[in-house]
């Protein structure tokens, strides 16, 4: 096997293992919260991760995938496509934002729910920015960065959140130490990719954008 072989078969060994760490540290914690918090807290936390899945269908666009491909094409756009990206997943991310904000008000009675809702809310904004540069970091072949900056986020939320549920801790807190988590995962991959890839702030016109839009759309039933 040459070179270019064994790095990829080390890449997809990297991120499989990291996949089935980061698996079953959920799977630990969701256990933990129905023995724990009981069906209804459960079903208040399965019932936002649901509707947020939906909306990340949305933000996502197809964009980290079609990151992947042109990065892995061209690695000197590294840095100005994640500015493009991150500038129009931001921008679709607020009339989201605002949607959840507006539902969670009219449908939603229990003020519990609604505040695990709008926590949740906010950690996909730094969720969705930190896959994407996890997509460039895999098009970079770079594994170890993604599998970095994913178990930042999962040893963190899973071993705070398990530590706040066994401690008597809530619902409530369980998802902010999530956003936390998140946020910390978003900063990582922000400053990995800074230092090792490309410099990630670039100057975004309408035009970049509304070709993103166009390029991407392909890729937006791919998941």
Known sequence: MDVSGRKIALNTVLLSATEFLTRLISLALIILVARRLGPVMLGIYAFALGLLRVCDIFVNFGMDRYLQREVGRSPEWAGPLFSRVFALKSLVYVPILLGILGLSFVIIDEP????????????????????????????????????????????????????????????????????GAWIAAFLAAVGVFWRRIAYPWHRVAWADLKQLVLLSKDFFFIR
């Open 112 to 179: 519990l729910k609604r505040q695990v809702l709008l926590i949740l809310t906010l950690a996909l904004f730094f969720r969705t920015h930190t896959t994407s540069a996890a997509a460039l970091f895999r098009a970079r072949q770079k594994a170890q960065y993604e599998a970095a900056v994913v178990l930042t986020m999962r040893l963190l939320y899973g071993g705070l959140g398990l530590a706040a549920i066994l401690s008597g801790q809530g619902l409530l807190t369980l998802v902010s130490l999530e956003l």
